[in-house]
């Protein structure tokens, strides 16, 4: 496994708005690059550890969420530090005693290189105990939000289907959306540029800074 040299030596954090660093590595699906995913959404996702509680309880639910994001257009990637027979046992013990069919592939990072090129931990981390990050990279390979948590904290795959959401509708229409917004729920609208268009805004289409509009895109949430 490799990731570019620009990647493993970056002097900085990522940022949204940075490309996501390619890398190639082996996975319970086969080799993969992240380049592979242009043109497509990826949720780009780490756990600490397989076979811990938290992390079980995220994969099996991300599994069984797996074909929303597809309706979304977005294709899943789960990476740790553990090696591939060990992700490769774990999936099978998720099978069996879940019941469920893990359809994503989970890259192994055992040199921790990935993790390291992405920010994930420190660069003197003598482990991977506090890796848990999520990354939303667009079709273009751009880094458009990340999330991260403790070990101890799981997270919210509703919260993941929502974010994606989000950022889909914001990329296809001149709107903003509010707090806790779903697809079908009204959007904002940018506010208003100059004084003559907030004071007409005020005679009645609203408060000129936070205007409210019905979703043209109305639809079902993810």
């Not at 994503?104 to 055992?110: C, L, S, T, W």
């Not at 959007?187 to 009645?204: E, N, R, Y």
Request: with cysteine.
């Amino acid at each position: 496994m490799n990731a570019d040299d620009d990647a493993a030596h970056r002097p900085e954090p990522l940022r949204i708005g940075d490309a996501a660093p390619n890398f190639r590595a082996r996975t319970t699906m086969g080799d993969v690059s992240l380049s592979d995913y242009r043109g497509r959404w990826l949720l780009l996702f780490s756990h600490p550890a397989d076979f811990t509680p938290v992390c079980t309880s995220e994969l099996v639910a991300l599994s069984r969420a797996h074909d929303r994001f597809k309706a979304l257009d977005c294709e899943l990637l789960a990476i740790s530090v553990d090696t591939l027979y060990a992700h490769l046992g774990w999936v099978r013990a998720i099978h069996d005693h879940f019941g469920v069919t893990v359809g994503f592939p989970i890259v192994e990072d055992p040199s921790m290189v990935i993790g390291r090129a992405y920010g994930m931990l420190a660069a003197d981390a003598p482990d991977a105990a506090t890796l848990r990050s999520t990354f939303f990279i667009d079709p273009e390979g751009i880094i458009r939000a990340r999330l991260s948590y403790p070990a101890t904290i799981g997270r919210s795959v509703e919260e993941m289907l929502r974010v994606i959401a989000a950022l889909q509708r914001v990329d296809d229409d001149n709107v903003v959306t509010p707090e806790g917004w779903r697809p079908g729920d009204d959007v904002l609208l940018p506010p208003c540029p100059d004084q003559a268009s907030a004071l007409a805004a005020a005679d009645g289409d609203g408060c000129w800074f936070h205007r409210l509009a019905p979703d043209k895109a109305r639809g079902a949430a993810p």
